[in-house]
């Protein structure tokens, strides 16, 4: 099945700068990559999305990069704010319905 | 506002006592999930229904079940509690097909204790 590994784990910016979460897959027929963000207290909530057609996608301060080929997808968060601060989790979907999720990065966002 | 409403947000249970976990959305959503959070291992598939009274496994079944009598309601059941399902879980739900946004419940922290 699926397999879906996110790095790192935790990851501490200062405000302003930028923060970057890498993802790998193993199932070459994934198609859809989703990102979560949880923040304290609460259940996940999307974020940003791509699929399999599309090498990156750019709402506002965010991006999603994806690389087919080597099985990877990364998240890019410029210009980081405080509110920023959660955990982020990466998925890949085998199917039109499943989602697998890695493990999760904690960012921290100093002022 | 769309929702996914968990029943409990904290529960305390005793080793071997049967728990249900049950989970309501209101976006008439096809499919519906259990996931487990635990540090370090980010979510876990436990089960997942595409339609009233289906279900199919998802990567770790083993302890639980699961009931879905109404489009709308999807219960998790922990037939004999353990010390090793203290956990957060939390429910999601989505509309079939195309690879959709899952929408989360606040989740249920339960201590087996």
């Known amino acids: 099945g699926e397999n879906v590994e996110q790095h790192p784990s935790t990851l501490s910016v200062q405000e302003g700068d930028s923060a970057v979460i890498k993802c790998t897959y193993s199932?070459?027929?994934?198609?859809?990559f989703p990102w979560y963000k949880q923040e304290l207290g609460k259940g996940p909530q999307l974020i940003i999305d791509?699929?399999?057609?599309?090498g990156e996608k750019k709402d506002q301060r965010i991006a999603v990069t994806l690389n087919k080929t080597a099985k990877h997808f990364s998240l890019h968060i410029t210009e980081t704010q405080p509110e920023d601060s959660a955990v982020y989790f990466c998925?890949?979907?085998?199917?039109?319905?499943?989602?697998?999720f890695g493990t999760g990065t904690r960012l921290q966002v100093f002022p | 506002d769309v929702k996914v409403t968990q029943s409990s947000r904290y529960l305390v249970k005793r080793t071997g006592e049967k728990v249900f976990l049950e989970c309501v959305q209101d976006?008439?959503?096809?499919?519906m999930f259990w996931y487990r959070q635990d540090p370090g291992l980010g979510l876990r598939l436990i089960y997942f229904?595409?339609?009233?009274?289906?279900?199919e496994k998802g990567d770790i079944p083993e302890g639980y079940s699961v009931s879905r009598e109404k489009k709308e309601r999807f219960s998790l059941i922990l037939e004999s509690a353990s010390t090793n399902q203290t956990s957060m879980y939390l429910c999601?739900?989505?509309?079939?097909?195309?690879?959709?946004?899952?929408?989360f419940g606040q989740g249920t922290r339960l201590t087996v204790v």
């Open positions: 976006m008439d959503h096809e499919n």
């Open positions: 229904s595409y339609d009233v009274k289906m279900k």
């Open positions: 199932d070459s027929a994934s198609n859809y």
């Open positions: 791509i699929r399999s057609n599309v």
């Open positions: 998925a890949a979907s085998p199917d039109t319905d499943k989602l697998i």
């Open positions: 999601a739900s989505s509309l079939t097909g195309l690879n959709t946004e899952a929408f």
